[in-house]
Nanobody, 123 residues
């Protein structure tokens, strides 16, 4: 079993930055990880994903150039550095992991999820 716990969310002004952290416990060796976000009434949306080795990353067009996903496998931790934040980035952010080394964009391809952390960007 895998447990994921996100932290680092909060309230920030437009143009500001936040760094989200996802601490994983349990078996995660060899697993790809990703970040997703969701706002009320909308489906969960892909943000970024990273392979097990960290050598391959993928981003949603809406965050490309502003967000950076990274991981520290020695610490079992996933990160999302968010810069130049916009009000439309406001959402609950979730980390997820899947039982394979290759990243994916679809939420349905992920096996474990955290509880989420709220990010609010004021204009």
């Amino acid at each position: 079993q895998v447990q994921l716990v996100e932290s680092g969310g909060g309230l920030v002004q437009a143009g500001g930055a936040l760094r989200l952290t996802c601490a994983a416990s349990g078996r995660t060796f060899g697993y790809a990880m990703g970040w997703f976000r969701q706002t009320p009434g909308k489906e969960r949306e892909f943000v970024a994903a990273i392979s097990w080795s960290g050598s391959t990353t993928y981003y949603a067009d809406s965050v490309k150039g502003r967000f950076t996903i990274s991981r520290d496998n020695a610490k079992n931790t996933l990160y999302l550095q968010m810069n130049s934040l916009k009000p439309e980035d406001t959402a609950v952010y979730y980390c997820a992991t899947r039982r394979t080394s290759a990243q994916a964009m679809s939420p349905g391809r992920y096996d474990y999820w955290g509880q989420g952390t709220q990010v609010t960007v004021s204009s």
